[in-house]
T-cell receptor
Framework: AQSVTQPDIHITVSEGASLELRCNYSYGATPYLFWYVQSPGQGLQLLLKYFSGDTLVQGIKGFEAEFKRSQSSFNLRKPSVHWSDAAEYFCAVGAKSSASKIIFGSGTRLSIRP | GAVVSQHPSRVICKSGTSVKIECRSLDFQATTMFWYRQFPKKSLMLMATSNEGSKATYEQGVEKDKFLINHASLTLSTLTVTSAHPEDSSFYIC??????????FGPGTRLLVL
């Protein structure tokens, strides 16, 4: 069965420090992978996506993610976080053949220490 | 581009009444729209998928007679919570897709049933 695991429920990092949010997926087919961010009480904003090609994907707000097929991972990174990055981050996976449904991970809440 | 709006952003209603939530794609025509429900500090749960001009496809466990979905045009889908009860209180989020694989999300509607 397809699934997405975000092992870290809550992460706190200092402003200016680097960030890595983990995401592992289980999927039978070639996956489409997404990272979304949700600010409190808001909808989701797409940070980046991977469909094919270069496994290092650049997104908005200085985020990037790397697809590692051998590890079934799609970790999100940012070299230097800003206080405005505090939010909930969701990793999601969809199918190439039926991408109309995407499965969300449970989310990682990011807090920024001043 | 790819802006999705929802109305209302917040609604409070009495138990037993019905509530309609609108989801609009503002700058594109959405071939498919999705409705999600999000419980506090939880991930998104897909409720149903709707394609313009056809009946919605509901996920297992979602009552189609309780959560009525209408996708009357390529830019509008509505979710009606019929005979709402306190356990229906939640954050409802819609998303829209056109042709590609990426879903764009609305800002969400917070429903409180008293």
């Amino acid at each position: 069965a397809q699934s997405v695991t975000q092992p870290d429920i809550h992460i706190t990092v200092s402003e200016g420090a680097s960030l890595e949010l983990r995401c592992n997926y289980s999927y039978g087919a070639t996956p489409y992978l997404f990272w979304y961010v949700q600010s409190p009480g808001q909808g989701l904003q797409l940070l980046l996506k991977y469909f094919s090609g270069d496994t290092l994907v650049q997104g908005i707000k200085g985020f990037e993610a790397e697809f590692k097929r051998s590890q079934s991972s799609f970790n999100l990174r940012k070299p230097s976080v800003h206080w405005s990055d505090a939010a909930e981050y969701f990793c999601a996976v969809g199918a190439k053949s039926s991408a109309s449904k995407i499965i969300f991970g449970s989310g990682t809440r990011l807090s920024i220490r001043p | 581009g790819a802006v999705v709006s929802q109305h209302p952003s917040r609604v409070i209603c009495k138990s037993g009444t019905s509530v309609k939530i609108e989801c609009r794609s503002l700058d594109f025509q959405a071939t498919t729209m999705f409705w999600y429900r999000q419980f506090p500090k939880k991930s998104l749960m897909l409720m149903a998928t709707s394609n313009e001009g056809s009946k919605a496809t509901y996920e297992q466990g979602v009552e189609k007679d309780k959560f009525l979905i209408n996708h009357a045009s390529l830019t509008l889908s509505t979710l009606t919570v019929t005979s709402a009860h306190p356990e229906d209180s939640s954050f409802y989020i819609c998303s829209a897709r056109w042709g590609g694989e990426t879903q764009y999300f609305g800002p969400g509607t917070r429903l409180l049933v008293l």
